[in-house]
């Protein structure tokens, strides 16, 4: 298994709230994913990165802000947290693009569920 | 925009017996790969299976199997000999590169329940 963790695995938390999800590897992967899961949405991508202090948008970026100070550590922050952001997050990460065996994969961490009440 | 649709939200199997899971993509990219992951009520995203789409070859590791259909473009997941530790949810997923990293894109999930 690729050495991926999350913290905190729960949160509950108040509407307006910060909230800082944390997602390390012991991998030394170049490329870090956020994804959130949703009833009847499978994952989508939040925001990635490419390399320490290169991060990128994904397909529902808004509300969200990411930090990659380290090549293992990558931050997901909800700045004001909103109800809408209730959801499991997930952290992926993945070797660079090319046609070695197995360097396309993403490899999973074990999620994070928050709840915004 | 890259789409994958799972048409089948629930499935169900006995021990013992095959299933096929369906799975078909838009896009109009002609390098890119394929994925099944499984999430069981742990939630964990588990690696299955990976298709790459210039190798002709079907993929298969062991009781998992795909049939890759690239110009009908579906990637259908067979399991044979089914466990009860295989129920889980399974996504289908389409990678394709895109400015030097990789984006994953995947299906709502097919819900699988493996009866005694």
């Known amino acids: 298994d690729a050495g991926i963790t999350q913290s905190p695995r729960h949160k509950v938390t108040e509407t307006g709230t910060p909230v800082t999800l944390r997602c390390h590897q012991t991998?030394?992967?170049?490329?870090m994913y956020w994804y959130r899961q949703d009833p009847g949405h499978g994952l989508r991508l939040i925001h990635y990165?490419?390399?320490?202090?290169?991060?990128d948008k994904g397909e529902v970026s808004d509300g969200y802000s990411v930090s990659r100070s380290k090549t293992e550590d990558f931050l997901l922050t909800l700045e004001s947290a909103t109800s809408s952001q209730t959801s499991v997050y997930f952290c992926?990460?993945?070797?660079?693009?090319?046609?070695?065996?197995?360097?396309?994969?993403?490899?999973f961490g074990p999620g994070t569920r928050l709840t915004v009440l | 925009a890259q789409t994958v649709t799972q048409s089948q939200p629930e499935m169900s199997v006995q021990e013992a017996e095959t299933v096929t899971l369906s799975c078909t993509y838009d896009?109009?990219?002609?390098?890119?790969?394929l994925f099944w992951y499984k999430q069981p009520p742990s939630r964990q995203m588990i690696l299955v299976i990976r298709?790459?789409?210039?190798?002709?070859q079907n993929a298969t590791e062991n009781r998992f199997s795909v049939n890759f259909q690239k110009a009908a473009k579906s990637f259908s997941l067979k399991i044979s000999d089914s466990q009860l530790g295989d129920a889980a949810m399974y996504f289908c997923?389409?990678?394709?590169?895109?400015?030097?990293?990789?984006?994953?894109?995947f299906g709502k999930g097919t819900k699988l329940t493996v009866n005694p």
């Open positions: 896009t109009s990219e002609s390098d890119y790969y």
């Open positions: 991998e030394n992967h170049r490329y």
């Open positions: 298709q790459e789409a210039y190798k002709q």
């Open positions: 990165s490419y390399g320490v202090k290169d991060t």
């Open positions: 997923a389409y990678s394709f590169p895109q400015g030097g990293s990789e984006k994953l894109v």
């Open positions: 992926a990460i993945s070797e660079p693009y090319g046609r070695k065996k197995g360097t396309d994969t993403q490899y």
